[in-house]
């Protein structure tokens, strides 16, 4: 069970690399000579940042997913259900969420999944 304190500490992470993709996206505009292109700064300040379609065609799948997992686990945090695994209901060790801030799954339900990979999906939809 996580304190507030160590929950703030998360959501703080979170949005540290949140922050962090934002930078870099805005380097890769600079660099590619879109300084003519909507500023970053709007950006930035854009509550819907996920509704901005030129926004998401900037960004790599990778880091589109990135920001998919720091935004459901920032929506966990606000409804008071981070931290807990998806598949067993089990508290996720702090540790492990402070290392991997967007973590769903605990270590033992992650390795098991990770081991399925590969296997068809309806075999995995008859385990859960
Ligand atoms: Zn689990």
Known sequence: ????NELLEIKELLEEMNREILKNLDERI???DMSDQ??????FDD???????????????????????????????????YGYCEDCDESIPVGRLKAMPFATLCVKCKSERESMEGTPSAYVEEKG
């Open 1 to 4: 069970m996580l304190r507030k």
């Open 30 to 32: 600079k660099s590619n």
């Open 38 to 43: 909507r500023e970053i700064g709007d950006i």
């Open 47 to 81: 509550a819907d940042l996920e509704q901005s379609r030129e926004f998401n065609l900037l960004l790599t799948t990778r880091e589109r997913q990135k920001l998919d997992q720091i935004e459901s686990a920032l929506a966990k945090i606000e409804k008071g259900e």
